[in-house]
Nanobody, 117 residues
Framework: VKLVESGGGLVQAGSSLRLSCAAS????????MGWYRQAAGKQRELVAAIILRGGITNYGGPVKGRFTISRDNADTRVYLQMNNLKPEDTAVYYC???????????WGQGTQVTVTS
């Protein structure tokens, strides 16, 4: 599976952004997709995840109530709607995909989100 993210950018606090992650290749083996982020000097942290069969979602604490993850009907694209962005949301956002058949997830190249105060 190959993942390509888009939608990052530079915005002011309180703004919204929508990230998109397009999966291609053997997408039929994908069990879940989601987003992690990594700010400068910090560890990578979970932002949001969605199980493709059933649509169950999970969010990291700092983004609950502000971010929403969704998928398209073909389960080849996931979106991250980010509302009420804060400067502490500034990070590189990475899309990932879990497979039923491999232990390690596939990662996208990352997209930068910068929120100014």
């Amino acid at each position: 599976v190959k993942l390509v993210e888009s939608g990052g950018g530079l915005v002011q606090a309180g703004s919204s952004l929508r990230l998109s992650c397009a999966a291609s290749g053997s997408t039929g083996s994908t069990s879940a997709m989601g987003w992690y982020r990594q700010a400068a000097g910090k560890q990578r942290e979970l932002v949001a995840a969605i199980i493709l069969r059933g649509g169950i979602t999970n969010y990291g604490g700092p983004v609950k109530g502000r971010f929403t993850i969704s998928r398209d009907n073909a389960d080849t694209r996931v979106y991250l709607q980010m509302n009420n962005l804060k400067p502490e949301d500034t990070a590189v956002y990475y899309c990932y995909a879990d497979s039923y058949y491999t232990a390690e997830p596939t990662w996208g190249q990352g997209t930068q989100v910068t929120v100014t105060s």
